[in-house]
């Protein structure tokens, strides 16, 4: 597959670059900095030389006087290398020194803090719509995802099987994340059915015959390999009564369809209806912050029952969304956008569906979501 360049601003300092593996992070720095002293921690031969003596580092470092971009692949792999990376940008010789992690729980345990204020810190996200461009395909993506490793694949299906075990058996079991895999598996198909959805620990844990406690910290594993998120709920000056529990979501709609069992019972509008919320909350999350980088993403949730499937919420962007799976929009489908707007009427209102026509309706944009996806940027009103 062509190389696609991605919609992404590296800094022109000390970074890391971080998020979940099959990304592209190593991809986007070989092609950005071709002539770069390049160390992947993933080889076996590296991880075994900078365990036994980070400080070799220093050594291979001083060996490439002519190299001024260094790129330590995987960092969490040999957390010990931080210190060594701390001493080396503290001597200012003109090199820059990138790190890139598919895992935040080492780093924060060994101190990234040893890099605060010397290194930013920048995630990557699967592909988006905006940069696949025409060969983006919405039934596709609602079916494998977006990540780069899986549209690479010839066998979508049987990449993203090879993807799940690669969590489950090297960044879980081999890390030693956990010590009952089985019944982390049975987690990852319970919380499956969370995806979209205000998350229930009480009843995760019932599913899994699991502790409460055990099931949080599943879930903080999740978070720190950067697989999935918690996306919490708008209160800000809030007028009614609200929801207080966070949404959950998997960063990849691949990941989740391979992951969410399905049966006679289930109807597949049930389950893609799900699929493309996910779906237009990765590519916003990715796309955000070249928007609006001060913006966060919440839900709103009332007691009584609204609810706005994402306000983005920033110095430059307030916009409530609601994403409907038909190709209709029928009255009910504004009322929960209605409620958001009599409570902050200086918001913006959208919905995005699967039909064909971009329209307005009682002040709310309606816009058809491949338009919306494709063109994101110009979609925002700002």
């Not at 001024?68 to 940008?89: A, F, G, N, R, T």
């Not at 916003?284 to 609204?306: M, V």
């Not at 913006?348 to 307005?360: A, D, H, P, Q």
């Amino acid at each position: 597959m062509r190389y696609i360049d991605r919609n992404f601003q590296l800094p022109e300092n000390h970074f890391f670059l971080l998020g979940p593996r099959g990304t592209g992070k190593s991809t986007l720095l070989k092609n950005h900095f071709k002539d770069a002293l390049y160390i992947d921690l993933l080889q076996t031969d590296n991880f075994r030389k900078y365990s036994a003596r980070p400080e070799r580092l220093t050594e291979v470092v001083n060996a490439h006087a002519e190299k001024k971009i260094i790129i330590i692949d995987e960092i969490q792999k040999v957390p010990d290398l931080l210190s060594i990376i701390h001493s080396l940008i503290e001597k200012h010789d003109g090199r820059m020194y990138i790190m890139t992690g598919s895992s935040a729980r080492k780093l924060r345990k060994q101190g990234t803090n040893l890099l605060a204020g010397r290194a930013y810190k920048k995630i990557m996200y699967p592909f988006t719509a905006m940069e696949l461009k025409k060969s983006f395909n919405l039934i596709d993506a609602l079916k494998y995802g977006m990540l780069p490793v899986i549209l690479n694949s010839p066998d979508k299906n049987e990449a993203l099987n090879a993807y799940v075990d690669l969590y489950i058996k090297e960044e879980v079991m081999m890390e030693g994340l956990t010590r009952n895999i089985g019944a982390f598996t049975r987690f990852l198909e319970a919380v499956s059915f969370s995806h979209g959805s205000i998350l229930n620990i009480v009843n995760i844990a019932r599913e899994c015959q699991v502790g409460r406690k055990l099931v949080e910290a599943y879930i903080r594993i999740l978070e720190d390999l950067m697989i999935a998120w918690r996306m919490p709920v708008f209160s800000k000056r809030a007028k009614r009564q609200l929801t207080v529990h966070p949404k959950f979501y998997f960063f990849d709609t691949g990941m989740y369809r391979k992951l969410r069992p399905s049966g006679s019972l289930d109807t597949p509008e049930e389950i893609e209806g799900v699929a493309l919320e996910g779906l237009v909350l990765q590519n916003i999350k990715a796309a955000l912050p070249s928007i609006d980088d001060t913006a966060n993403i919440y839900f709103w949730r009332t007691k009584s029952g609204s609810e706005v499937d994402f306000i983005i919420y920033g110095d430059v962007i307030f916009t409530a969304i609601e994403v409907k799976s038909s190709r209709t929009i029928r009255p009910k489908d504004l009322r929960s956008l209605k409620s958001f707007k009599t409570d902050y009427p200086t918001s913006n209102s959208i919905i995005l569906y699967r039909g064909k026509e971009r329209f307005i309706r009682d002040d709310i944009l309606i816009i058809p979501c491949e338009e919306f996806l494709m063109d994101m940027q110009g979609q925002f009103k700002i």
